[in-house]
């Protein structure tokens, strides 16, 4: 009796991570970093030890998770490339360094990630990208052939994915980086640099669709987040910004002809003490291109240079050549901003006199101006309308 009742449970045993298969939930197996060499002490370089662990986590057929536990670990440059057997996690609880040592600065990106489809990459230590020794050598700003310095993160041709409770601070470039990248949500993140540090947009998005980031709170050098040619279909919503540049569709039109932004919604987000709000700018002159169906909604703006902005003359470099920029703007919604601008102008749509914005709306904007007198709109090359409340006065 008793050996059958044990034969039944080994019967049972045998079964179960069948049973289990078949509902799809198998365990997923762990691969840590330290099993592949890596050293948790700040200072050995841990490149090969974490490809190591991806590449052995990457041809594995079920759930894999490359796991980095508590520490400090230094990591140079490193590419974690797909396409993987399973889904893949990447799940940081140790903090990640990026080297300091100038020879390895020039290169686009710290940490890749490029052809993988369902990854996740979490974590509660965080990416520490040590912009300070770095940002002396950006000079972008003054150079077009300018040596890119590295991104801390970088999706490139990733699917399916989830970027979320991640922390980096002081990128050498931006903190996130998509590109060519379909469906991936990107939440709970917090992304944190000096105010003045050159070029550290929190999350940089080109050409890649169906991008969801919500809960994020991103204090930074560059654009909060910026969503450059051939983003299509983002949801922002939740995002607290400051300092930094704003939220930015563009720069438009220095290159990728026809590359279309359309599809961006902006929403319940809060703006502290940023350059700008909520901005659209293009290059002039400029290739033609579309940025059209976007809506900036339910946001507050407190002590913020620029809330609302449209600039078609966007060129940051000393020598600008003069002519109009060639991107249509359409189907612009601007609904329900309320708060502080800390310049007169608050609402400030400048659009090209070649391709005049068509469709721009202005709904309840109750912009005030933290100086003496009211705010102010000013308006160019603009065919829309504004209902609602207006303040500062519409200029529609
Ligand atoms: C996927 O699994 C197959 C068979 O085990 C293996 O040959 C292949 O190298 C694996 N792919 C990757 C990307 O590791
Ligand atoms: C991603 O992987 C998980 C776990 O393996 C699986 O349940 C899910 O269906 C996959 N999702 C996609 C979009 O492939
Ligand atoms: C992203 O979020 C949306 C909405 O919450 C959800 O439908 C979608 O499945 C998510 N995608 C991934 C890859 O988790
Ligand atoms: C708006 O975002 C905040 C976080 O910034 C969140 O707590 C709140 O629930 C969101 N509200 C809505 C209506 O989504
Ligand atoms: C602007 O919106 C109108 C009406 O919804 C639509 O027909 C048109 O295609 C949109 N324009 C662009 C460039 O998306
Ligand atoms: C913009 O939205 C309108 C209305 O929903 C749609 O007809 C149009 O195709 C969209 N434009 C683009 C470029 O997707
Ligand atoms: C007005 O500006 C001052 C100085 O920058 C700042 O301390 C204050 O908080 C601002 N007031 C509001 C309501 O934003």
């Known amino acids: 009796m008793a050996t059958r009742y044990c034969l039944e449970i080994v019967v049972l045993l045998l079964l179960l991570p069948i049973s289990i298969a078949v509902n799809g939930v198998l365990p997923p197996k762990f691969f840590d970093v330290i099993k592949y060499g ?13 490809v ?15 796991k980095v536990p508590g520490g400090t670990y230094l990591l140079g440059s490193v590419s974690f490339e797909g396409p993987c057997n399973g889904s893949m996690a990447f799940v940081m609880k140790g903090t990640l360094k990026a080297p300091t ?41 003054n150079n ?30 931006s903190h996130l980086n998509l ?27 080109g050409s890649s669709t169906n991008i969801k980031i919500s809960r994020a709170i991103i204090a930074t050098g560059d654009d909060c987040v910026s969503m450059v040619s051939g983003t299509q279909n983002v949801d922002i919503s939740g995002v607290t910004c400051g300092p930094g540049h704003g939220i930015s569709v563009g720069s438009l039109g ?24 909520v901005r659209i700018k293009t290059w002039a002159p400029s290739l033609y291109s579309v940025a059209s ?23 940051p470099l000393p020598h600008c050549l003069v002519g109009e920029s060639a991107v249509q703007i359409e189907n612009v919604t601007f609904k ?28 309840n904007i109750n912009l005030g101006y933290n100086g003496t007198g009211p705010s102010m709109s000013m308006c160019s090359h603009v065919k829309g309308l504004s209902y609602g409340t207006q303040v500062p006065a519409g200029c529609l």
């Not at 991936?184 to 999350?203: C, E, F, H, K, Q």
Request: charged letters at 15%; aromatic letters at 10%; a positive charge.
């Open 293 to 315: 169906n976007i809506s900036f909604q339910d946001i507050t703006m407190q002590n913020v240079k620029n809330p609302i902005v449209i600039d078609q003359q966007y060129c």
């Open 179 to 205: 590109f060519a990248c379909y469906n991936l949500n990107i939440s709970y993140v917090r992304l944190m640099a000096p105010a003045d540090s050159p070029n550290t947009d929190g999350i940089r998005i």
């Open 336 to 363: 329900n901003i309320r708060g502080i601008s800390s310049t007169k102008v608050a609402v400030n749509i400048q659009c090209s006199g070649a391709r005049p914005c068509r469709n721009v709306k202005l709904i």
């Open 254 to 277: 220095r290159s990728h002809e026809g590359e279309y932004v359309t599809g961006i919604s902006v929403r319940n987000s809060t703006f502290i003490g940023s350059d700008n709000g």
């Open 101 to 141: 040592n100038p020879q390895h600065f020039f290169t686009d990106t710290w940490i890749g990630f490029r052809y993988v489809d369902n990854l996740t990459v979490k974590g509660s230590g965080y990416l520490d990208g040590q912009g300070a020794s770095a940002w002396q050598y950006n000079d972008c700003q």
């Open 144 to 173: 077009p052939q300018c040596n890119p310095l590295p991104a801390t993160m970088r999706f490139d041709f990733v699917t399916n994915s989830r970027v979320h409770h991640l922390r980096s601070i002081n990128p050498k470039n």
């Open 38 to 50: 890596a050293v948790a002490d700040g200072k050995t370089d841990n490149s090969q030890a974490f």
């Open 52 to 66: 190591r662990a991806w590449t052995e986590a990457c041809a594995y057929g079920g759930r894999s998770r490359v």
